[in-house]
């Protein structure tokens, strides 16, 4: 099973991106191999349409979750269709290996 | 002056099929020919009349005042009645809707998540593994009861951003 997370940097210490359409980096980890794989968000400075992009990107990975702080109001009814559940975190503090390693607990 | 932009309708689950044809007789079944029954008609129809809720009822569910939902549900009727009457098939397709499911709230790691499989339950978190989670939406519900009587307006800017950040407030 793959889990998309939004990141502000690409290294797992840095912290979980609170905007979903337009963080920085997505990481799609792979519960199975314990893999991770860094995206660069093409949509980061976007003026609109980020989240339904971003979404396309995410989906195409076969994810199944996504961690984030935030959904807008496009992406909620878009991710309801496709079957993906979404996490929200509002802890700005955590990094992506502890939310890796609350997924692997 | 324009007109209010139209508030959007919230449905619970996608109907099961997508449409209806008619058989048998002189049918007109091309698509052409055709009853396009909205996704929020076929809402109103199921919760007014399927699962026998009043129209105040079935508002609330909907998110839309009261009058809105009598005007929707009229059209519903207008709508089947007509292909009833002339053998139209009905596709059930648009509208301005929008498809809900259920949030958690997970007690022991403080995150939300929805739960897009709507007919398997959800009993841990898929976060932390933890087994105290709780209904967000009940949580929601009961004070935004007392936000619409006070504030329409303050109710409906409470909804777009409320979902997650809400219980705060």
């Known amino acids: ?105 | 002056m324009s007109p209010r932009p139209t508030r959007l309708r919230k449905v619970s689950n996608p109907p099961v099929i997508s449409g209806f044809k008619p058989y048998g007789g002189k049918t007109k079944s091309g698509r052409a020919e055709a009853v396009f029954l909205h996704f929020e008609e076929y809402e109103a129809v199921r919760l007014c009349d399927h699962e026998s809720l009043n129209h105040h009822q079935a508002s609330v569910i909907m998110d839309v005042s009261r009058p809105t939902l009598t005007r929707i549900y009229a059209r519903a009727r207008q709508k089947i009645a007509d292909a009833l009457v002339t053998g139209k098939q009905i596709i059930i397709e648009g509208g301005k809707i929008y498809f809900d499911s259920e949030w958690f709230v997970c007690n022991t790691c403080g995150c939300y998540f929805n739960n897009p499989f709507k007919q398997e339950e959800i009993s841990e978190c898929p976060l932390c593994k933890g087994k105290k989670i709780s209904n967000y939406d009940k949580v929601t519900y009961e004070t935004e009861e007392h936000v619409i009587n006070k504030n329409r307006k303050h109710e409906s800017s409470h909804h777009q951003h409320g979902k997650h950040s809400g219980k705060q407030a």
């Open chain 1, 1 to 105: 099973m793959k889990v998309a997370i939004t990141s502000t940097g690409n290294t797992l210490e840095s912290k979980l991106d609170q905007r979903f359409g337009r963080c920085a980096f997505f990481v799609i980890y792979d519960t199975e191999t314990g893999g991770t794989e860094f995206i660069p968000n093409p949509n980061k400075d976007a003026l609109n349409g980020a989240g339904p992009a971003s979404v396309q990107i995410v989906a195409s990975r076969n994810v199944s979750k996504i961690i984030s702080g935030e959904f807008g109001i496009k992406i909620k009814s878009l991710l309801d269709s496709l079957k993906i559940q979404m996490i929200v975190i509002k802890d700005t503090e955590k990094t992506i290996q502890d939310t890796i390693n609350m997924l692997n607990q």
